[in-house]
């Protein structure tokens, strides 16, 4: 049953984040980016609450709220000015995160709960929003329809491939601690078929695109038509650190879980838990993809 209520879930929301990722505009997609990351981080915050610290919760939204805000402003047309003032403006909120919440929690009447309460907020905003963040970022870069698509396909496929072939043939346990179902044998699957997927995707990016324009699915300057042929060598490997990323994400939000004693970070999603467990590899697999990109316009 559980199992059916996942694939479920995943028929349903595969196709609207698909559709939103490819058409939407930036500003759209960054309001549907905001909301998800409140809703993980408030997931989040409960977690912390199992740690004993007192969640800074509206302190920590509000800053999140304003994060997507600036950068639903900053999506111009030229990617060079854009990836440019992104990083500006990412380095400075990761800068004045920890003080800003540090002030908020000064209101606490129990001096001893402001550290803790601003660590965990400052931890969050930097765990779940700014990941968040990237992907938008990177959506708004030339090429970023099908580079938002490679990276989904990648996670997707590689988290799939684990979960059947773990539950199948697995028999060598990865972290018992940690995470008791995840295996070697799981973990090897995941890295084949993403790298699969990532060269299959790269190898016939031009029809690919061709088709999606096609369809109405995208620009032209969000398809593959605007970067240069990419040779094969250099996919493999930013394939194989977006899935080693992704699995690595995965891990730790089930440290985050196992330490709170919980078994999903909330029940928002029939059959996959919360919020952050649906996004937990994305949120460590983003930053690779974002910055191989960025690096590619900067240059």
Same mark, same amino acid.
């Given at each position: 049953m559980q199992l059916l209520k996942r694939i479920l879930t995943a028929v349903v929301l595969i196709p609207l984040v698909l559709l939103l990722v490819l058409r939407a505009p930036i500003p759209l997609l960054a309001g549907v980016a905001a909301l998800v990351a409140v809703l993980t981080i408030k997931e989040l915050l409960t977690l912390g609450e199992a740690y004993g610290i007192r969640p800074l919760r509206l302190a920590t939204q509000a800053l999140v709220v304003l994060l997507f805000?600036?950068?639903a402003s900053?999506?111009?047309?030229?990617p060079l000015?854009?990836?440019?003032?992104?990083?500006y403006g990412v380095g400075f909120a990761a800068a004045i995160?920890?003080?800003?919440?540090?002030?908020?929690?000064? +209101?606490?009447?129990?001096? +001893?709960?402001?550290?803790?309460?601003?660590?965990?907020?400052?931890?969050?905003?930097?765990?779940?929003?700014?990941?968040?963040?990237?992907?938008?970022q990177l959506r708004a870069q030339s090429a970023g329809a099908f580079l938002v698509l490679y990276l989904l396909l990648l996670v997707w496929i590689g988290d799939i491939s684990a979960?059947?072939?773990?539950r199948s043939i697995g028999r060598h346990l990865m972290s018992p601690r940690i995470s008791p179902k995840k295996t070697w044998e799981g973990a090897t699957a995941s890295l084949l078929a993403s790298v699969a997927v990532g060269v299959l995707l790269f190898k016939y990016a031009l029809p690919i695109s061709s088709a999606l324009l096609r369809a109405h699915l995208i620009e032209r300057r969000d398809g593959l038509f605007a970067l240069e042929p990419t040779a094969l060598g250099p996919i493999i490997?930013?394939?194989v650190a977006i899935n080693l990323a992704a699995q690595t994400g995965d891990l730790l939000e089930s440290l985050i879980k196992r330490g709170a004693g919980a078994k999903d970070s909330g029940a928002l999603l029939p059959g996959h838990g919360g919020m952050l467990d649906r996004i937990d590899a994305l949120l460590f697999a983003v930053p690779v993809l974002w910055f191989y990109s960025a690096w590619h316009i900067l240059q």
């Open positions: 805000v600036a950068l900053n999506s111009g047309s030229n000015p854009a990836t440019a003032m992104f990083i995160a920890p003080f800003f919440f540090l002030i908020c929690a000064m +209101r606490s009447p129990d001096q +001893r709960t402001a550290l803790p309460s601003s660590l965990l907020s400052t931890f969050a905003f930097g765990y779940v929003a700014l990941p968040l963040a990237f992907l938008v979960f059947f072939v773990g490997l930013l394939s």
